[in-house]
């Protein structure tokens, strides 16, 4: 069960990533034409709607399968002096959560935007913020607590 929804986590991190990278560059390019209103709209709901589930598969992995949170709740003082187990104790999961946050918020304030500009300036603002931790937040190879890229 842990390899199987690490493994979902990790392959729709990059669904995620895509959906955040084109909800930004559409509320960039938006020019409040009705099309594009729902474009920016749509590409903002899938982003929110991912990172929704990647919030949910990660919390499962965080509180109930992951072996590393396990052996890092067991010593949380020895888990802070491990850049490994801090990374996915405090790290990831703070800038996870972030990045959800940000998309949530985001969508909220764009609704209550009065003019077209300040909808966009806000969403850019947000989905940006968000694809920038979730970025940060990510496990690349070579660092610590490093995973693979593509998990088969």
């Known amino acids: 069960m842990y390899t199987f929804v690490l493994g979902l986590h990790s392959w729709l991190r990059w669904l995620a990533l895509i959906a955040g990278v084109m909800a930004t560059f559409v509320a960039f390019s938006d020019r409040s034409e009705s099309g594009r209103q729902r474009r920016t709209e749509m590409w903002g709901l899938v982003f929110m709607m991912l990172l929704d589930v990647q919030l949910l598969l990660g919390l499962l992995l965080y509180f109930v399968l992951s072996p ?85």
């Open 68 to 152: 590393f949170t396990r052996e890092a709740m067991n010593d949380f003082g020895a888990a802070m002096r491990s850049a490994g187990l801090r990374f996915f104790a405090v790290e990831h999961v703070t800038l996870m959560l972030g990045a959800v946050l940000l998309a949530h918020v985001g969508r909220m304030l764009a609704r209550k935007s009065v003019t077209n500009q300040s909808k966009r300036s806000r969403l850019f603002f947000c989905f940006a913020l968000a694809t920038v931790l979730m970025l940060i937040g990510i496990p690349w190879p070579g660092m610590p607590a490093g995973r693979p890229l593509f998990r088969l």
